[in-house]
T-cell receptor, first 115, second 117 residues
Framework: DAGVIQSPRHEVTEMGQEVTLRCKPI?????LFWYRQTMMRGLELLIY????????DSGMPEDRFSAKMPNASFSTLKIQPSEPRDSAVYFC?????????????FGPGTRLTVL | AQKITQTQPGMFVQEKEAVTLDCTYD???????LFWYKQPSSGEMIFLIY??????QNATEGRYSLNFQKARKSANLVISASQLGDSAMYFC??????????????FGTGTRLQVTL
């Protein structure tokens, strides 16, 4: 089975530009998570969805960040406008919430560089 | 709120030796889960092993085992017969249970393991 798919794998953009990161969760999983990883702050949960509904977005840094999950097989994380401090690796993860372990499986990540 | 502490920023181990990576957690929940993930230099996060708070036996997955000491709130990862490919960052994480109530993972700061010849 295919794992979590993220695109693009690398993104380099200029400050002020809009950035859209994409994620396809594992088929059958009903929860989807967006994380950000930086050297300074480690792994931070930005937002998570359950059955396509945003459950907790308290980790979203500010209004420049938005996330959507229009259906069970696709989610986007958008940054508009982007700033250099947004440079990080962004991970998408999915799990089946309903099984007790709720193990989250991560995608390969998108390395974002904002110049 | 949950908290994960990994006190070893870096560890070295010789190939074929066993190594223990420390993890302590702080939670007031009765039901919770503990995970270990591996992050090699290529960047992906790889799930290794899971331990539930009510599991009486320590979890094992191949060369990985979890030394779970509930009273001490520790969940150390033991890697037996280390291989060069085990060189990576290792993260301990926890979530609250039971399933469906709060699936958010809280991660530690990680331990960088280097396996030497």
């Amino acid at each position: 089975d295919a794992g979590v798919i993220q695109s693009p794998r690398h993104e380099v953009t200029e400050m002020g530009q809009e950035v859209t990161l994409r994620c396809k969760p594992i088929s059958g999983h009903n929860s989807l998570f967006w994380y950000r990883q930086t050297m300074m702050r480690g792994l931070e949960l930005l937002i998570y969805f359950n059955n396509n509904v945003p459950i907790d977005d308290s980790g979203m840094p500010e209004d420049r960040f938005s996330a959507k999950m229009p259906n069970a097989s696709f989610s986007t994380l958008k940054i508009q406008p982007s700033e250099p401090r947004d440079s990080a690796v962004y991970f998408c993860a999915s799990s089946f919430e309903g099984a007790f372990t709720d193990t989250q499986y991560f995608g390969p990540g998108t390395r974002l560089t904002v110049l | 709120a949950q908290k994960i502490t990994q006190t070893q920023p870096g560890m070295f181990v010789q190939e074929k030796e066993a190594v223990t990576l420390d993890c302590t957690y702080d939670t007031s929940d009765q039901s919770y889960g503990l995970f270990w993930y591996k992050q090699p230099s290529s960047g992906e996060m790889i799930f290794l092993i899971y331990q539930g708070s009510y599991d009486e036996q320590n979890a094992t997955e191949g060369r990985y085992s979890l030394n779970f000491q509930k009273a001490r709130k520790s969940a150390n990862l033991v890697i037996s017969a280390s291989q060069l490919g085990d060189s990576a960052m290792y993260f301990c994480a926890t979530f609250r249970g039971p399933s469906g109530t709060a699936s958010k993972l809280t991660f530690g700061t990680g331990t960088r393991l280097q396996v030497t010849l």
